[in-house]
């Protein structure tokens, strides 16, 4: 996962000593890819100390460092002391969030879990409406929200418990060792889980029966007598 500092100067600010919880927001009214600075100067311009969010994430799924995360913010009135607020950009009302930003989003939310101790569910990673009456992160955003988290919790049990990092999006692959043969339809079926699915091994051990999932070995069955590479 790769975070761009972007170096925001701030008016006064204040030390949070508190993190339990984490908000995801939208930009709502227009659906555009705004920036870490561009909200800065939105809220500079509100009399704000700087931006209100912590992160920002962009549509092609590039992290943006927003206000200094040891500090409370300005997102979610009445909730920011204990905190920590992550804006997708665009409008979810209307548009649908990139597969970039989901990524993005889910990975950055594995790694701010286990760096404080929060447990990742949707008790702790919530919609800004959930704490107050708005309509954001926009629907759209929060029917990925479940899928946001259980990949979240994917990428904690694979990598950042283990004190790893996932390897870049291009870079991503599975080998499949099988007892019996599969056919294209199975590996793009298989390739379908793991991009969009919160829980990839669950799902395809439903349709397949015994799987382990060692590294980037996919073993279906007990044998290795077909052996497949898919990218995912």
């Excluded at 006064?12 to 800065?40: F, P, W």
């Excluded at 091994?201 to 029966?209: A, C, F, M, N, S």
């Amino acid at each position: 996962m790769k975070i761009l500092k972007t170096e925001l100067s701030f008016t006064s600010l204040t030390k949070r000593y508190e993190t339990d919880m984490i908000v995801i927001h939208h930009t709502g009214c227009n659906d555009i890819d705004a920036s870490a600075e561009q909200i800065h100067s939105w809220h500079r311009g509100q009399g704000w100390a700087g931006i209100g969010y912590h992160y920002v994430i962009r549509k092609n799924g590039t992290i943006e460092t927003g206000r200094p995360e040891d500090c409370v913010g300005s997102h979610a009135y009445g909730e920011n002391s204990h905190t920590i607020g992550i804006h997708l950009s665009g409008d979810f009302e209307q548009a649908q969030p990139t597969n970039e930003q989901i990524e993005a989003c889910a990975e950055l939310l594995a790694d701010l879990c286990k760096g404080y101790g929060i447990e990742i569910n949707r008790k702790n990673i919530v919609g800004h409406g959930e704490l107050m009456a708005t309509d954001c992160p926009g629907k759209n955003l929060y029917e990925k929200l479940e899928l946001i988290v259980g990949k979240a919790n994917w990428y904690y049990e694979r990598y950042y418990q283990h004190g790893l990092q996932p390897p870049d999006v291009s870079d991503r692959y599975i080998d499949i060792q099988s007892d019996f043969p599969l056919h294209d339809y199975d590996l793009k079926k298989i390739e379908s889980i793991f991009k969009t699915s919160a829980h990839p091994l669950d799902d395809v051990k439903e349709i397949y029966g015994s799987v382990v999932l060692e590294k980037n070995v996919l073993h279906i069955g007990n044998f290795s007598n077909h052996t497949y590479h898919i990218k995912y």
